[in-house]
């Protein structure tokens, strides 16, 4: 298994969760979280209701979000979850547009679809460190309510991916 420190024995493995409307797109990032030791991979939810149902049901430590989904996009779940159950985020995209907003929400890091391996383990080894300093201060959950309304708003006048969300999602 790879890992992103080799003196990191004590670290416990960061429970996470895969959201992507894409089945590619999670099997490919499935394949490449579970060669990395740091992570124990605890659900994938296929849009945006099930990624919310699943962290208020699981806790995650992590989620790796891709923000364009139908219906709720990223953007909206992280909307949706109260600050005191955010779990760390990593943006898994296809789209470079959206970065400033994903770290305006604190995002732990922001991957660009394909997902290369060594950028993976570096946004991975990221998320431990924040997760270690979270420990060590007493909580890592960031709080994120400040921007969430204003990126809603510019994903909603176009910003986003061009459809209206769909009750369907």
């Given at each position: 298994?790879?890992t992103?420190?080799?003196?990191?024995?004590?670290?416990?493995?960061?429970?996470?969760?895969?959201?992507?409307?894409?089945?590619?797109?999670?099997?490919?990032?499935?394949?490449?979280?579970?060669?990395?030791?740091?992570?124990?991979?605890?659900?994938?939810?296929?849009?945006?209701?099930?990624?919310?149902?699943?962290?208020?049901?699981?806790?995650?430590?992590?989620?790796?979000?891709?923000?364009?989904m139908?219906?709720?996009?990223?953007?909206?779940?992280?909307?949706?979850?109260?600050?005191?159950?955010?779990?760390?985020?990593?943006?898994?995209?296809?789209?470079?547009?959206?970065?400033l907003?994903?770290?305006?929400?604190?995002?732990?890091?922001?991957?660009?679809?394909p997902?290369?391996d060594?950028?993976?383990?570096?946004?991975?080894?990221?998320?431990?460190?924040?997760?270690?300093?979270?420990?060590?201060?007493?909580?890592?959950?960031?709080?994120?309510?400040g921007?969430?309304?204003?990126?809603?708003?510019?994903?909603?006048?176009?910003?986003?991916?061009?459809?209206?969300p769909?009750?369907a999602?």
């Amino acid at each position: 298994a790879k890992t992103t420190k080799e003196n990191n024995k004590y670290m416990p493995k960061l429970r996470t969760i895969i959201v992507d409307d894409e089945p590619l797109a999670r099997k490919l990032l499935r394949v490449l979280l579970e060669q990395v030791s740091e992570i124990e991979l605890i659900a994938e939810c296929s849009n945006g209701r099930e990624a919310v149902a699943a962290t208020l049901n699981l806790a995650p430590d992590l989620l790796f979000l891709d923000i364009q989904m139908p219906g709720a996009n990223g953007f909206d779940v992280i909307k949706a979850l109260q600050a005191d159950v955010m779990p760390m985020v990593i943006f898994c995209t296809a789209y470079q547009r959206y970065a400033l907003d994903a770290f305006d929400l604190n995002a732990v890091d922001y991957l660009l679809k394909p997902v290369d391996d060594t950028r993976l383990l570096r946004a991975v080894q990221r998320a431990c460190d924040r997760f270690e300093l979270g420990n060590s201060q007493g909580q890592h959950k960031p709080s994120l309510i400040g921007a969430i309304d204003e990126i809603a708003k510019k994903i909603g006048e176009g910003g986003g991916s061009g459809s209206p969300p769909s009750e369907a999602d």
